[in-house]
């Protein structure tokens, strides 16, 4: 079982890449950001390499270690569309997770707001 913090650590990381990634659509050359992004998971495990050498719990950098295998059967994708509305589709372990909602644009900041998933069985 993974820990809380571990788990938690890994979707920030996960969504900060993600984030990075939209970035360079900001450019003025190009008129429309709408588009699928998805997670580029080689990136992800880069990070989490780096986070786990900072570990010196050998259990915590232990369970952080198999987060790395985790990671193998993680997919996430973010719609962003014209009309201003958005999509984000998660998968991992057998369980896939969907989320609605908004996108803005200001500058070169994006902003994305969806609401949660409905986690009732």
């Given at each position: 079982?993974?820990r ?97 909602g ?20």
């Amino acid at each position: 079982m993974l820990r809380h913090s571990t788990l938690a650590t890994v979707l920030t990381i996960a969504t900060l890449l993600l984030g990075a990634m939209l970035l360079p659509a900001c450019s003025k050359s190009e008129p429309s950001i709408a588009g699928t992004y998805t997670l580029e998971k080689d990136a992800v495990k880069a990070a989490l390499r780096e986070e786990i050498n900072a570990i010196e719990d050998p259990e915590e950098r232990m369970m952080a270690q198999m987060v790395l295998g985790f990671i193998d059967s993680l997919e996430m994708s973010i719609t962003l569309n014209d009309d201003k509305t958005a999509s984000a589709v998660t998968r991992a372990m057998n369980t896939t997770d969907t989320a609605t909602g908004t996108w803005s644009r200001s500058g070169e900041n994006i902003t994305i707001t969806l609401a949660p998933p409905d986690l009732e069985p």
